[in-house]
């Protein structure tokens, strides 16, 4: 259970190790599953204090380059049980704000890191940043009991999904897919894969692992704006 707490008081506790979307994976001993969360230990200055997790304090470290070995996100997230998307969604997302922010975005100088908040302050000028949550949307359209689906050049072979993209500024949450299904992707819905909708709904639904982003998600019915 993830207790959303940093604890920055301690000095001592379990370790994620984390570059870009990859976690390393936990010397395995006995019968234990594989976890990214590495044995009790003392943290470095370099550590980040993230979470507690069945209320052992966690830290997260940051490294410039992944080894051979560490797994990336969403495989961590194929392989574990749902009871661990929250730790490694905070995880990924922790980590993707360090990475993007370790010089201040007004005027180019190393940023320092706070201890009793999630917050990169620069010295020099007094800018301070904080986690940023990207809202985005995910959309299934529907008509009769056919659904639309998508795919982008980048996924493996026989990968369809929802439409989903991120929100401009300005722009309302629910406005953005249904312009698109009006006007920009209308001519799709005669050509595009369609497949009998699965009833039943993800155990994943209300976790989102990947990093930056806010997402809700919506259902539009065809014919019916
Ligand atoms: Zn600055």
């Avoid at 990214?36 to 304090?57: A, F, I, K, N, S």
Wanted: aromatic letters at 10%.
């Amino acid at each position: 259970m993830l207790r959303r707490e940093i604890p920055h008081h301690e000095q001592a506790g379990r370790v994620i190790r984390l570059s870009r979307s990859l976690l390393a994976p936990a010397p395995l001993s006995g019968s234990e599953e594989l976890t990214p969360l590495l044995p009790y230990q003392p943290w470095t200055e370099q550590m980040q204090p993230l979470c507690y997790w069945h209320d052992e304090p966690v830290a997260l470290l940051v490294e410039p380059q992944a080894e051979s070995g560490w797994i990336d996100g969403r495989q961590w997230m194929s392989e574990l049980s749902t009871a661990w998307f929250s730790l490694l969604s905070t995880a990924l997302q922790v980590g993707a704000w360090l990475e993007n922010h370790r010089f201040c975005g007004r005027c180019g100088t190393p940023a320092t890191k706070l201890t009793a908040e999630f917050a990169m302050h620069c010295n020099a000028c007094g800018h301070r940043n904080y986690p940023r949550i990207s809202p985005c949307i995910i959309t299934l359209v529907t008509s009769g009991e056919a659904m639309l689906l998508a795919r982008s050049p980048r996924f493996p072979p026989g990968r369809y999904s929802t439409l989903a993209g991120f929100i401009e500024p300005g722009s309302r949450r629910k406005r953005p897919s249904t312009v698109k299904c009006s006007r920009k992707w209308a001519y799709i819905l005669t050509s595009c894969v369609t497949t009998r909708a699965r009833h039943g709904h993800s155990p994943f639904a209300d976790v989102w692992l990947f990093r930056r982003g806010n997402h809700s998600a919506y259902s539009h019915r065809w014919g019916r704006d």
